[in-house]
Structure formats: structure tokens, C-alpha cells
């Protein structure tokens, strides 16, 4: 059974090196002056490595080479431990395809208009592909993945219509883009719940299933409903939906069903997303919705902030309120309370 290790750090994000060797976390040391650090620890001994301050925002995570991407709301700094240098690329949502080579991220103009771009993988010899938002990378690292058409400058996320929205995959084998699904499609699809006449309909993020053949998407709409739908990745078939009503307040309904982060489970089976339906993102309301892709059918946890698969797909962690993690198997034959403080996130050592 998995064994919990406690590691007294208050941050708010955190992430595991690649080797599982190092820890990285995201803190404020001062509510009042939220000025955000990021630390490197090694996890054997517990010492600092590195140190990166004076941060707007961060979200973390590694590279397949073992260099640090701190995301900040509109660039990234790349710390490579190795030679103790840090890099800054401009845009947002960077993403590396798998072997590190490339990088794809979206830079916004002066018209307030997204494009999708690829380089190599310090940020150089870029070249646009579409409009767009949201770039993934496949797992083989030939494909991206992501949303273009209507909707894409600085409101997307604000109730503006989606029916001429796109779900798109660019070929850089040969350097060329597919649709493989429309939203209007996609909302008429049958059970999702969605008022097509109401604004308030968001698009969320991509997942890529690990074996590279379906998509995971999500739809939400203010006060009403949270969908995931996988979709097959080479027609854009629907291959599995599981809708989720919500009810959440309206200055907090741009978060609902749009966390796919931790979304697959590593045999590509099933997948999962976060829902909210009270009154905060991280409280008793939360939910984590489990899909089975083979049998349509899926289970619902409470959850209080992001959870994590183990590597092997075995367990799933989800933190609960007021305290304590819950590791569960996603066909819930079986289950594990471990007596944590209050988290918020928990993340797999790798290999554990």
C-alpha cells in the first residue's frame, strides 16, 4: 500500500523532477505583499538548490531534460540546474513536445488576437501556425492539438459564443492542420445539458490520452453544467460523455470542468476532471469526475483542490476537507485514508 512522506512546505503548487530527485513548490511568504517564490529542494536531503523570486504567478513543471518551466502569466522562466541559468521565453501556455526538441506556445498581439507558434526548444526559429489557445502536444511529439475559430482573443473566457469554435490537430510531419471537431457539433451532441441560447459556455482544456489515440475536452457553462467528452483522435468521433451539473457563483464559474491537469490515467482508460459546485474552487463542494472510456460509465469524489494518478494507474489521490488525502482505484474496489494536514494539491514522487 502507497506510504505517505510529509514535507513541511507552504506553498500553493508544486512539482516533482522527472528522476524524482528534486522538489519544486511555488509559496507567498507574505499575504500582504503576494510577491511569489519558487524553491528547488532536493528531496533526499531537504536542502535548497535554487532559488527564483519576485514572481507575479507561478505554475511548475519539468522538462523531460530535467530543467525547471516557472509559467508566469506572460512568459516562462527555463532554469536549467545543471549550469545554474535561466532563461526567459515570452507568450503563454508553453508546452515541449515529448523528446524536448520543440515548443509550441501562443503569443498575443496588439489586437488582442492569439496565435499558436512552434520553435525549437529554447524559444528560437519560431513560425506560426493558427490562431488559436491551449497548444498540446501528442505523446509520439508529430501532433498538437488545439482550439482555433471564433473566440479566440482576450474574452474567450468570458461568455462569448462558441459555435464557430474549432478542435484542431497540426501535423508538423506535414505541416498541416485538421479539424476533428466543431463546437457546435460538440454541444448538440445529446445529454450535456448546455443551453445553446444562454451565453456563459466555455471551452476548457485538451488532454491527450498517453497511447496517443483520444482527446479529452471540456465544456461548462455558468451556473448549469460541466461536460467531458473524448473524442477519437483520428476521425473526432465521440467515443465516451459524462455530464455534471454545477452550481457555482458567477464571479467563480470560469473554473468549472476546465482542470484536465492529472486528467489520464497512465493505461489510457480512464480520465478524469475537476468540477465545482458551491461556492470556492478549493472547498467540500469539489468534485473529481472519473470516466471510463470502455464503459461509458463514471464515479464522482469529493475533492478539494487537484489530485494525481500514480504512475502505474493504480491509485488516484484526492485531497479531502477539512484534511486528509483519499487514494482510491478508479473501479473503487479498494481505498486508503492517509491522515495528512490540509492540502490542497498532492503530486506522486516518480516511481512510487
Same mark, same amino acid.
Request: with cysteine; hydrophobic share 40%; charged share 20%.
Given at each position: 500500500?502507497?506510504?505517505?512522506?510529509?514535507?513541511?512546505?507552504?506553498?500553493?503548487?508544486?512539482?516533482?523532477?522527472?528522476?524524482?530527485?528534486?522538489?519544486?513548490?511555488?509559496?507567498?511568504?507574505?499575504?500582504?505583499?503576494?510577491?511569489?517564490?519558487?524553491?528547488?529542494?532536493?528531496?533526499?536531503?531537504?536542502?535548497?538548490?535554487?532559488?527564483?523570486?519576485?514572481?507575479?504567478?507561478?505554475?511548475?513543471?519539468?522538462?523531460?531534460? @530535467?530543467?525547471?518551466?516557472?509559467?508566469?502569466?506572460?512568459?516562462?522562466?527555463?532554469?536549467?540546474?545543471?549550469?545554474?541559468?535561466?532563461?526567459?521565453?515570452?507568450?503563454?501556455?508553453?508546452?515541449?513536445?515529448?523528446?524536448?526538441?520543440?515548443?509550441?506556445?501562443?503569443?498575443?498581439? *496588439?489586437?488582442?488576437?492569439?496565435?499558436?507558434?512552434?520553435?525549437?526548444?529554447? @524559444?528560437?526559429?519560431?513560425?506560426?501556425?493558427?490562431?488559436?489557445?491551449?497548444?498540446? &502536444?501528442?505523446?509520439?511529439?508529430?501532433?498538437?492539438?488545439?482550439?482555433?475559430?471564433?473566440?479566440?482573443?482576450?474574452?474567450?473566457?468570458?461568455?462569448?459564443?462558441?459555435?464557430?469554435?474549432?478542435?484542431?490537430?497540426?501535423?508538423?510531419?506535414?505541416?498541416?492542420? *485538421?479539424?476533428?471537431?466543431?463546437?457546435?457539433?460538440?454541444?448538440?451532441?445529446?445529454?450535456?445539458?448546455?443551453?445553446?441560447?444562454?451565453?456563459?459556455?466555455?471551452?476548457?482544456?485538451?488532454?491527450?490520452?498517453?497511447?496517443?489515440?483520444?482527446?479529452?475536452?471540456?465544456?461548462?457553462?455558468?451556473?448549469?453544467?460541466?461536460?467531458?467528452?473524448?473524442?477519437?483522435?483520428?476521425?473526432?468521433?465521440?467515443?465516451?460523455? *459524462?455530464?455534471?451539473?454545477?452550481?457555482?457563483?458567477?464571479?467563480? &464559474?470560469?473554473?468549472? @470542468?476546465?482542470?484536465?491537469?492529472?486528467?489520464?490515467?497512465?493505461?489510457?482508460?480512464?480520465?478524469?476532471?475537476?468540477?465545482?459546485?458551491?461556492?470556492? &474552487?478549493?472547498?467540500?463542494?469539489?468534485? *473529481?469526475?472519473?470516466?471510463?472510456?470502455?464503459?461509458?460509465?463514471?464515479?464522482?469524489?469529493?475533492?478539494?483542490?487537484? &489530485?494525481?494518478?500514480?504512475?502505474?494507474?493504480?491509485?488516484?489521490?484526492?485531497?479531502?476537507?477539512?484534511?486528509?488525502?483519499?487514494?482510491?482505484?478508479?473501479?473503487?474496489?479498494?481505498?486508503?485514508?492517509?491522515?495528512?494536514?490540509?492540502?490542497?494539491?498532492?503530486?506522486?514522487?516518480?516511481?512510487?
Amino acid at each position: 500500500m502507497p506510504q505517505a512522506h510529509l514535507v513541511d512546505a507552504s506553498g500553493f503548487d508544486f512539482s516533482w523532477s522527472p528522476d524524482g530527485d528534486k522538489l519544486a513548490y511555488a509559496f507567498v511568504q507574505d499575504l500582504s505583499q503576494p510577491i511569489v517564490q519558487v524553491e528547488v529542494i532536493d528531496a533526499a536531503s531537504g536542502q535548497i538548490e535554487t532559488t527564483l523570486d519576485r514572481l507575479t504567478s507561478a505554475s511548475l513543471d519539468w522538462r523531460s531534460d @530535467g530543467s525547471l518551466c516557472v509559467h508566469e502569466s506572460d512568459k516562462i522562466h527555463l532554469l536549467d540546474g545543471a549550469t545554474n541559468t535561466t532563461l526567459e521565453i515570452a507568450g503563454t501556455d508553453h508546452t515541449w513536445s515529448s523528446d524536448g526538441t520543440h515548443l509550441a506556445y501562443v503569443a498575443t498581439g *496588439v489586437d488582442q488576437i492569439s496565435t499558436i507558434w512552434i520553435a525549437d526548444a529554447l @524559444g528560437r526559429h519560431a513560425q506560426p501556425i493558427a490562431q488559436g489557445l491551449g497548444p498540446v &502536444w501528442s505523446p509520439d511529439g508529430k501532433r498538437v492539438a488545439f482550439w482555433s475559430g471564433a473566440c479566440m482573443d482576450s474574452s474567450c473566457r468570458k461568455g462569448q459564443p462558441l459555435q464557430a469554435a474549432k478542435l484542431l490537430i497540426f501535423d508538423t510531419t506535414r505541416n498541416a492542420a *485538421v479539424t476533428r471537431a466543431r463546437s457546435e457539433d460538440l454541444l448538440k451532441s445529446g445529454h450535456n445539458n448546455l443551453d445553446l441560447a444562454r451565453r456563459g459556455i466555455v471551452i476548457g482544456d485538451i488532454a491527450w490520452s498517453p497511447d496517443g489515440t483520444m482527446l479529452a475536452v471540456t465544456l461548462a457553462q455558468e451556473g448549469s453544467s460541466a461536460v467531458l467528452l473524448v473524442l477519437n483522435a483520428d476521425d473526432g468521433a465521440i467515443r465516451a460523455r *459524462v455530464a455534471v451539473n454545477t452550481e457555482a457563483s458567477r464571479t467563480e &464559474w470560469d473554473w468549472i @470542468g476546465l482542470s484536465l491537469r492529472q486528467a489520464w490515467s497512465p493505461d489510457s482508460r480512464y480520465v478524469s476532471f475537476r468540477v465545482m459546485s458551491g461556492a470556492t &474552487w478549493y472547498g467540500e463542494s469539489g468534485a *473529481v469526475v472519473v470516466l471510463d472510456t470502455r464503459t461509458g460509465q463514471h464515479i464522482s469524489l469529493p475533492c478539494a483542490g487537484e &489530485w494525481a494518478w500514480q504512475s502505474s494507474g493504480q491509485w488516484l489521490a484526492v485531497p479531502q476537507r477539512p484534511s486528509g488525502v483519499l487514494l482510491v482505484t478508479p473501479d473503487l474496489s479498494e481505498m486508503q485514508w492517509l491522515n495528512t494536514p490540509a492540502s490542497y494539491s498532492v503530486a506522486w514522487r516518480p516511481g512510487s
